[in-house]
């Protein structure tokens, strides 16, 4: 019985350690979108999916961010891509946009919230200079990891 509990409290112990990203960094790695909306005026403006189906990926190094992805909305594709450099602080997230599809966005700083999970991360945006997300206008997107 002994042996049984030291062997069950290893596993444990190797299963949380391999969970946790070496840098410490928990948003490094790739992640998958698997659903966006956009709230304005209090009223649902689209959804993913749903108003839209295809793919986004986001990719996170300790420094940079980068992602692609491409969305369909009856007959008209949208292809959605850009990167930067970001700062994370806590639950604060800034990214300054370097480049991207949409080139009025090359040179902004977003800032948004971001919650991580083991497995997941949302990110809710704008934010105000208190960090505060209006919830009556805002952009949330969850991704989970693939990497």
């Known amino acids: 019985m002994k042996q049984f509990f030291i ?17 410490g960094n928990a948003v490094e790695g790739v992640w998958d979108l698997v659903y ?9 403006v689209w ?6 189906t295809g793919t986004d990926i986001k990719v996170w ?7 692609v992805g491409r969305f369909k ?6 292809d959605n891509y850009g990167g930067g450099t970001y700062t994370l602080n806590g639950n604060r997230y800034e990214e300054t946009i370097l480049y991207h599809g949409a080139t009025d966005l090359v040179g902004n700083t977003l800032k948004m919230l971001i919650e991580v999970r083991s497995d997941s991360i949302i990110q809710s945006w704008p934010v105000d200079d208190n960090w505060q997300v209006d919830k009556s206008n805002y952009q949330l997107e969850k991704y989970v990891r693939l990497e």
């Open 7 to 23: 062997l069950f409290i290893s596993g444990i112990i190797m299963l949380s350690t391999a969970c946790v990203n070496e840098t």
């Open 36 to 44: 966006a909306e956009r709230i304005a005026g209090d009223t649902l």
């Open 47 to 52: 959804k993913f999916p749903g108003d839209y």
């Open 61 to 67: 190094t300790k420094t940079h961010v980068i992602f």
């Open 73 to 78: 909305t009856d007959t008209t594709f949208v």
